[in-house]
Structures are given as C-alpha cells and as structure tokens.
C-alpha cells in the first residue's frame, strides 16, 4: 500500500504535491519521491525514509522562482529566473510502503523511462512482472531498480514512442493512449500514474483494483489514492470505477475504459474537512484500519497461487525437501500474533497432520524446547521488530531449527533473520491495536499450512485451489459484515460501563475471544478475559454476576455439529446464571438466537475460516467501548505499536 497524488494547474506542482503526500504518509513511509515538469524537462527527487528526508532536499527550491501564478516568496522582476522544480505546475508524488525491493533511494518512486524523459509511479503489484522484465531485458533495457514499478515505466516510454512513430498527433491524449496500451499488458492491481515532459500540461492515471480518486478544483486537477490529499483545495472529487484510464489537464478530466471507450466516474462531494485527513476521514488509525480489512486481506491472497496451482511465498531459502523433512511445527509469536498462530494450529494440523504447537515467544528459550534440523519454527510479527520473537527465532536457529517469517513490514529484522518469508500484504498500520494485520497474519498461516500439505503430497493442487477460492471470498463477506455494524456500535455505548466482560470459543472460536479480550483490555483498560467455553465450569464460571457480559463465539452449525451443540450448551449455563449474553453467530443460525440477548450475524463460511469474520465485531466492539469511556483509542496507554525490549 502506497499513497500517489497528482497535480496540473496554474500553481506551482511541488508544494502542493508535497503537502498532499504529508496527507497521505499513513499508507507507507518507508521512502517517497516526486517528478515534476518544468520547461519540457522532468525533474525527480526521491529520498529513502520519511518524507521529510525529501522534503530536506529541496530547501527553499520548493518555493520555485516566481514563474507560476501565486508563486510569492521571490522577486523575479528584475530579469526573468531559471525555471526550478517550484515552478512546475504538473507532477507526481508516492509514498512507499515496500512490496518488491527494499526500502531504498533506489527503489523508491517514481520510476524513470531510460531517457528519463517519462515518471511513473504506483501503488499495488504488478503481479507478471518478472515476464515483463525478461521481455525489456531481452529488448535491451537495463533495470535500475528491484521494483515491480520500473517494468511500468519502460513500457509506457515503448507505448509513446510507438504511437510518435504511427503519427499520432502530439498532445495529452496521446499519453492516455499510451496508458492504456500499458495497461492492456499488466496483471495484478495497480494505481498507477504518470508524467512526460513532452506533454507539460498533463497527468495520467490508470487504475484496477486500487484506489485513485479524481479532485475538481477551478483551473486544476488533482488525482490521489484518497482525497485527503487534496482536500484543503477542493472537496469535490470523481471516484474512477476499475479498470479506467483518466487523464487530467487544468481544464479537463477524460475517463475512458481500457480499450479507449469513454467513460464515466462517480462524481461526490466530501462532507469532512482537512482536519480529518491524516486519519483519510475516520475518527481514528484503528476505524480505518479495520475499514481496510477487506482489502489488506485481497492484497495478501494476490498473486500466491501459480498458474500450475502452488502457493508462493516470497523469500524462500528452504528446498521442498526441507519442508517434507519438518516433523514437528512451533509457531512463535506475541498478543495479538500468537493469537493468529493459535487459529494457525488448527488449520496447519488439519491440514498436514504434522503436530504444531503455539508459543508464547517470551517462553520459547527459556523453557529449553526440543528443536532439531527437521523442526520448523514459524516466528508471526507484524512489526518485524518484536524482540521476544526474534530471541525465539534465533535460539530456534541456534538449536538448528528451519525458520519462516510472517511478518507485515518488508525488510524488518525478523524476515531477515529467518530462512523464508512470507509477507503479509496489509499496508502499514498505525493504530497500536493490531486489526487489519491480525486478519493478513491469519490468511498467511492458511497460505503456509496449505504449501505444507502441498509440498508433501497430503493435498493435491485442485484441494488447494478449492481453499484459496474460499478465502478470495472473503474480502466481499468482509464488506458485507462491516456495513452491518451499527448494531455493535450501539451495543458498545450500552457495554462502555460494565464492570468486566467475558468472551468464550471453542475450536477456532477460542483464540478469537482470546483476541477480542486482549482488544478489549488494550483499549478500554477493562478487566476482560477470554476462555475455552468448556473450561468455564472449572472455575471461570464464578466470575459471572447478574448482568455480566459474556460475549459467546459460535462455530456454524452447518461444520461440526457437536462443537455448535456444546458451545450453545455453554451459553445456558452461563444465562442461567445470570449472564448478558452477546452472541457471535453465522447468518441463519436461528438455534443459538433464542439464547442470545444480543445477536450479532456474520455472513456463512467455513469452520477453520471462521476467525477471518468473527473477529470483526470484537474490534468495532473494543474500539466503540474505548471511545465511549473517552480513552485514546489509537494510542493506548502504557503501549507502544513495536515493542524492542524483552
Ligand atoms: C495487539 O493489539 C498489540 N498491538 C500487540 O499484542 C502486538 O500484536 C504484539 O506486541 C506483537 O507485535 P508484532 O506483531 O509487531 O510482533
């Protein structure tokens, strides 16, 4: 996940740009970069880091010399200026969030044709690029970066320079003609825009299966991955349906399909102000990442399975042999990544009958587990940082134990550490509450479980294309229970003075009250605990007082009928003791309703994907309780987002 804007108008492109990045910082900030057209030349600055060390670079040059409109800081009277990168009044700016290639100078964007005469940036996966890059090698090109997004410029150079030679008239159309050839050879998702210094006055945009946004303002447009990035200059905006090619000069907007067939976006007007911004709109970090959940989780299945039907994981320094020789699994990870592991378990030992077990990495080493050459230690972070995880992960590789990394951070210490990789692809989050990347970590353990089975002959290539077909359906279910949790939120508010709360599961439905416990504790600093529904009675069971909210997850009746039957069991006898029971349901599940005083629905899915939808209440729920009891929601006290110390 990145953040692009664009810019054309009467005013100097930089500041602007500048300030529509600062905007979108929250969506990656690991390097950012510019390309601005000034005087038939593009000019590019790009910078490692935050955007400040770009910012560092251009000192007092931001201001330009007084050649564009409202340009005020210099006096030009005198005799006319150079023309700098401040007066440019179209260009591009990205933030990265690094997918492919570290996070460098280097690979920052934008992303230069050889003549450095076209910019491009992007934000998504170009998921064929490797083919792409074979066909430019082979035409002569040499790649100066390790990113998916270089492919996309030299493709769109080749484009332009084939229509100038077809005789298309020069002009803004004809790099939306070239986009679209562009386009037409990408697979994957991608937002992408660009510029030419041939054609000063113009920005093109192209977007499938990621954002872009159109701003409208009075002699300018702007396009960006969401429109706090120009919402202190215009609050009406056009939202681009997939798979649009737009182009955008001072005076125009032009949307056509792929093919060239015009177009037409959503026009909208925003009903918030800058003020909000940073959050893109919602009240805090923790709404909008878990409003990006439907999204993190389509990013992180993209482009796993191979056309011949195998699941691909990034970095991998382990042979398939090495994976039929693992007899023995221990995932390692910490609150809310242990969590994820613990659902891992059930589906990795489901799946490859290989026993599995979950660790609290603070306990790993100093319990002195038993850890050889076939054992495989899974270490789940999403920071990449923790370091009781990565003391786990290298005494497991002390111990001669094999090592993969699901982490959500690209180039971090545990990914590096370890003999394979598998990144999640959730975008950065901000929030200390971990939401979105919880959801990502938990698809990454299916997508190790089912490579596992795989590679060890226990699960042919259609059995695990059946289960990614399950989980890209998820995303939409996703979409369809967060559009119904007005209910939750009210039931929050009602919840935000109780004393305790409890929260039980069973199977996969345990860690999930687990997670939405440990949710509950961080935010709203309430006592809360999770527990094996059958445990209740062996002690638990004394907390519940008349009243008592106990939030009760329940497996679909349609898996296993006799772990649906238990559970329901569970919630009359904490109802006959008097409990409030808030119960978390599949759709359809009329037999658990008459016991529930608060009935939450989620959509229909399997047993073992289960955690993918019910954990999504318990984090609107937490997050509303905290709001309601005026905590800080994003910034909990006592925590920090990545924890460096043991
Ligand atoms: C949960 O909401 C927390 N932020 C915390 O438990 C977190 O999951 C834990 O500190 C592990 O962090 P990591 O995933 O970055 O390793």
Redesign the pocket.
């Known amino acids: 996940m990145c953040g692009i804007v664009g810019y054309v108008g009467a005013r100097p492109a930089l500041g602007i740009v500048l300030d529509g990045l600062r905007r979108l910082e929250y969506r990656g900030y690991d390097s950012a970069g510019v390309a601005i057209v000034c005087d038939d030349e593009l000019r590019t600055e790009k910078r490692a880091g935050k955007l400040t060390n770009l910012e560092k670079a251009f000192g007092d040059e931001r201001f330009g010399t007084g050649t564009a409109e409202d340009t005020t800081t210099v006096d030009s009277t005198c005799c006319p200026a150079p023309v700098g990168i401040g007066d440019g009044t179209a260009g591009i700016g990205h933030t990265r969030w690094a997918t492919h290639g570290g996070p460098t100078d280097r690979n920052a964007h934008p992303h230069l044709s050889r003549d450095g005469r076209v910019a491009v940036i992007h934000n998504g996966i170009i998921e064929n690029f490797a083919k792409l890059v074979a066909e430019l090698e082979a035409d002569g090109v040499e790649f100066v970066s390790d990113t998916d997004t270089e492919c996309a410029a030299h493709l769109l150079a080749a484009a332009l320079a084939d229509l100038r030679a077809a005789g298309e008239p020069e002009g803004p159309r004809l790099l939306a003609a070239a986009m679209r050839r562009v386009c037409q050879r990408l697979e994957g998702a991608f937002t992408l825009l660009a510029v030419d210094a041939s054609i000063p006055d113009a920005v093109v945009g192209a977007r499938r299966n990621s954002p872009l946004v159109v701003g409208r303002g009075p002699g300018e447009h702007y396009l960006a991955s969401d429109v706090s990035a120009f919402i202190e200059h215009t609050r009406d905006a056009v939202e681009l349906g997939q798979d649009q090619v737009v182009l955008i000069t001072a005076d125009s907007i032009e949307i056509t399909d792929f093919d060239g067939a015009p177009a037409l976006g959503r026009d909208f007007h925003i009903d918030w102000d800058a003020s909000a911004a940073e959050k893109g709109g919602y009240d805090y970090f923790m709404l909008k990442e878990i409003a990006e959940q439907p999204q993190a989780v389509a990013d992180t299945l993209l482009g796993r399975l191979t056309e011949s039907g195998e699941i691909m994981l990034d970095e991998v320094r382990l042979t398939d042999q090495d994976l039929r020789d693992v007899d023995k699994i221990f995932i390692v990870?910490?609150?809310?990544?242990?969590h994820s592991g613990m659902i891992a378990k059930y589906a990795i030992e489901h799946w490859t009958r290989i026993p599995c077990e979950v660790e609290l990495?603070s306990e790993f080493r100093y319990r002195d587990p038993v850890l050889d050459r076939s054992t495989l230690v899974v270490a789940?972070?999403?920071?990449?940082?923790?370091m009781?995880?990565l003391m786990a992960l290298r005494h497991a590789k002390e111990q001669k134990a094999r090592v993969l990394a699901i982490c959500?951070?690209n180039g971090s210490t545990?990914p590096r550490e370890s003999d394979a990789v598998l990144y999640t692809h959730g975008g950065p989050e901000i929030a200390?509450?971990?939401?979105k990347?919880?959801l990502t970590?938990v698809v990454a353990c299916y997508l190790i479980g089912l490579h596992l089975a795989q590679v060890r002959g226990i699960k042919y290539a259609d059995e695990v294309e059946a289960v990614v077909s399950q989980l890209q359906g998820i995303p939409d279910k996703l979409r369809q229970l967060l559009a119904s949790m007005e209910p939750v939120r009210q039931l929050a508010r009602d919840l935000s003075t109780a004393n305790q709360v409890l929260f039980i599961g069973r199977h996969v439905g345990y860690p999930v009250a687990l997670e939405g416990a440990?949710?509950l504790k961080?935010l709203a600093y309430m006592h809360a605990e999770g527990f094996a529904a059958g445990e209740l009675k062996h002690g638990p069971i004394a907390l519940i007082d008349q009243g008592t909210p106990v939030v009760c997850v329940v497996p679909s009746p349609a898996g296993r009928g006799m772990l649906h039957d238990k559970i329901v069991s569970n919630i009359q006898e904490v109802r006959a003791r008097g409990a409030r029971t808030v119960v978390i349901a599949e759709e359809g599940d009329t037999a658990v309703a008459r016991y529930a005083d608060d009935l939450i629905y989620v959509p229909r899915t399997p047993t073992l994907l289960a955690p993918l939808l019910t954990t999504v209440p318990l984090q609107v729920l937490a997050c509303e309780i905290a709001a309601a009891r005026g905590h800080d929601v994003d910034q909990p006290r006592n925590?920090a987002?990545?924890?460096t110390v043991e």
């Not at 990870?333 to 242990?338: E, I, K, L, P, S």
């Not at 789940?380 to 923790?386: L, M, P, V, Y």
């Open positions: 990870a910490c609150g809310t990544a242990y990495a789940i972070s999403q920071s990449g940082e923790t009781d995880t959500n951070t545990i200390v509450a971990s939401t990347a919880f970590m440990l949710k961080e925590l987002k990545s924890v």
